[in-house]
């Protein structure tokens, strides 16, 4: 069964900083991993999709990576603003299924 | 709103109640999803449709019922529920065969009391 990790499960960092957010899993055979932001309450907003195939995706201030063989992902978010603060999931989609596996997500918070 | 629009908001039902979830989304996908989010948990699938078909169920109780009309409508329908159903109920969607990712919904915040 695949598992997905994130790490930290919440960081705090003072406004402008840049950071990096990290997502393991178990299972490479991977189809698509998708970066999800989420606000308290609320559903879940697509950041990010890396196909199986690529390396990275970027997205404004985002940019995230993709190592298939060693069962990684960063999200990485550039000069962060206090709007920024959610909780960032990864998840991942397996080769011939059509379901999610997701992470327990990390807790943002931007500092002003 | 995300292309995925979810009623209600917010629901609250005692344990011998009988309510329903809506889903509905008008992107052309052709799969549906239930998801459920508790507290300090990641993320649950609960069941999957694919052209209207169920083609998975994720050992749920079956107090919990699904039912996908059309491609485009999912319900969860809800009796005889217990206080740790409580929980964030997210509906998805997604297209078949294409890598283009899910779409997710607001979610439906169930309260059991």
């Known amino acids: 069964k695949q598992e997905v990790t994130q790490i930290p499960a919440a960081l705090s960092v003072p406004e402008g900083e840049n950071l990096v957010l990290n997502c393991s899993f178990t299972?490479?055979?991977?189809?698509?991993l998708q970066w999800f932001r989420q606000d308290p309450g609320k559903g879940l907003t697509s950041l990010l999709l890396i196909q199986s195939s690529q390396r990275e995706q970027t997205s404004g201030r985002l940019n995230a990576s993709l190592d298939k063989s060693s069962g990684r992902s960063t999200l990485y978010i550039a000069a962060s603003q206090p709007g920024d603060s959610a909780t960032y999931l990864c998840?991942?989609?397996?080769?011939?299924?059509?379901?999610?596996?997701f992470g327990t997500g990390t807790r943002l918070t931007v500092i002003p | 709103e995300t292309g995925v629009t979810q009623t209600p908001r917010h629901l609250v039902m005692g344990m011998t109640n009988k309510k329903s979830l809506k889903c509905e989304q008008h992107?052309?996908?052709?799969?549906m999803y239930w998801y459920k989010q508790s507290a300090k948990k990641p993320l649950e699938l609960m069941f999957v449709?694919?052209?209207?078909?169920?083609?998975e169920n994720n050992s749920v109780p079956s107090r919990f019922s699904p039912e996908c009309p059309n491609s485009s409508h999912l319900f969860l329908h809800l009796h005889t529920l217990q206080p740790e159903d409580s929980a964030l109920y997210l509906c998805?969607?997604?297209?078949?065969?294409?890598?283009?990712?899910?779409?997710f919904g607001s979610g439906t915040r169930l309260t059991v009391v």
């Open positions: 992107l052309g996908h052709n799969a």
């Open positions: 299972d490479s055979a991977i189809y698509n």
């Open positions: 449709y694919n052209f209207k078909e169920q083609t």
């Open positions: 998805a969607s997604s297209p078949i065969g294409q890598n283009y990712g899910y779409t």
């Open positions: 998840a991942v989609t397996l080769t011939g299924a059509n379901n999610l596996f």
